[in-house]
Structures are given as C-alpha cells and as structure tokens.
T-cell receptor, first 114, second 115 residues
Framework: NAGVTQTPKFQVLKTGQSMTLQCAQD?????MYWYRQDPGMGLRLIYY???????DKGEVPNGYNVSRLNKREFSLRLESAAPSQTSVYFC?????FGQGEGYTFGSGTRLTVV | AQKITQTQPGMFVQEKEAVTLDCTYD???????LFWYKQPSSGEMIFLIY??????QNATEGRYSLNFQKARKSANLVISASQLGDSAMYFC????????????FGAGTRLFVKA
C-alpha cells in the first residue's frame, strides 16, 4: 500500500545507546517530517526536510540528528539516548506547498529508554 | 508566536448525535491553514479536514465540518451523526504561510461515543 513506512515499530534502548529510526515514503512527496508525541502535549516537530538535500530544526531538535538520504527516505538518529526521549515518534510527508493537503503519517515508533 | 489551544481534554457524545470539538489558534500571519487529525486507539494519525485562512466557506468532508470563525480565531470541528468508530483522539493543527513547512498541533481532545 502507498504511504509512509516507519521502522521499527517498537524499541527499547538503554541510556546512552544510539539508534536510527527509518522512514520511507512512496508518494513522491517533497517534504518530510519527524514528530514526537508525548501524553498531554500533542505532537512536537523535531526536524523537517522541505526538499531533498535540505533539513531544518523544528521545535525540539536537541539530542537528535536527521538525514534526508534521497527523496523517499528521511532518518532520525539518537546518538546517546536519554530517558527524556521516551516517546512515540511519527514520520510524515506532504507536498511542499500543498496547503490543502494534510500530512500522511507513518504508523509510529514507540521508543522506551531505560 | 503561533499557538493552538484545545481546552477539552475529554468529551462524551451519544451515538447518532452531533458533537463539536473546540480549537482556538493564535498567529500574526494572515496566511495560514488549519487542519484536524484523528488518532484512533490503534495509534495512526489520519488527516480529516483542512481550512485555509482565505477560504470564504467552511470546509466540509462527509460527516466532518469545520466551523471557522476568523475574527474569534476559532476552528471547531463538528462531527455529525456520531458513530462508535469516531471514538478517538482529535488534534487541531495549524501551518503558517510564512514558515511554510512547520505545522504545530494542539494537545488533543479525546472523544468517547456512547452506544
């Protein structure tokens, strides 16, 4: 099915470990995003990529890095995981200036840092 | 700074009745878009409806309509003829024209539909 694919779906890390969350979309969208969802706080933007070759910080970028590998793929890396990074992570994509088009989201990654 | 406020943490509605979920926003950008998303208990995020700041008419998508009151900076979601499958979290979101790519989300409202 066309859409946004995130891997893994679940992950448990120890404090200080690193990992990369993978995201791929097959909708030919230019823009891709990483959000985190915490209880009572909605979704907060970590990083985004307006188009292939560009990335920018969002609202909560500290502790994360991203790579826009190509038009399809946008990965999120935690270099040294902390318990505060326990969250549900969503990748999303959209057309660059499609104001009328909402995001297409991946199914999410539930990350627990112990 | 842009801001989205959803003041109803939880709402109950009887099946087949209509329900309104509140959303207020704040922005100084005259060009912006407002969105509503649904998150069922399974966790995925589903785009429901969009309203542009220059749109003259309220947006509608099936049983969903967006009650857009620009002067009051409100963008309430109205769900008509509620169904049990409407039980979910609902998020209001806004994208400013000048930032282009950043969409901010409210804290959400959990809707419970009673049989």
């Amino acid at each position: 099915n066309a859409g946004v694919t995130q891997t893994p779906k679940f992950q448990v890390l120890k404090t200080g470990q690193s990992m990369t969350l993978q995201c791929a979309q097959d909708m030919n969208h230019n823009s891709m995003y990483w959000y985190r969802q915490d209880p009572g706080m909605g979704l907060r933007l970590i990083y985004y990529s307006a188009s292939e070759g560009t990335t920018d910080k969002g609202e909560v970028p500290n502790g994360y890095n991203v790579s826009r590998l190509n038009k399809r793929e946008f990965s999120l890396r935690l270099e040294s995981a902390a318990p505060s990074q326990t969250s549900v992570y969503f990748c999303a994509s959209s057309d660059s200036f499609g104001q009328g088009e909402g995001y297409t989201f991946g199914s999410g990654t539930r990350l627990t840092v112990v | 700074a842009q801001k989205i406020t959803q003041t109803q943490p939880g709402m109950f509605v009887q099946e087949k009745e209509a329900v309104t979920l509140d959303c207020t926003y704040d922005t100084s950008d005259p060009s912006y878009g407002l969105f509503w998303y649904k998150q069922p208990s399974s966790g995925e995020m589903i785009f429901l409806i969009y309203q542009g700041s220059y749109d003259q008419q309220n947006a509608t998508e099936g049983r969903y309509s967006l009650n857009f009151q620009k002067a009051r900076k409100s963008a309430n979601l109205v769900i008509s003829a509620s169904q049990l499958g409407d039980s979910a979290m609902y998020f209001c979101a806004m994208r400013e024209g000048r930032t282009g790519f950043k969409t901010i989300f409210g804290a959400g409202t959990r809707l419970f539909v009673k049989a």
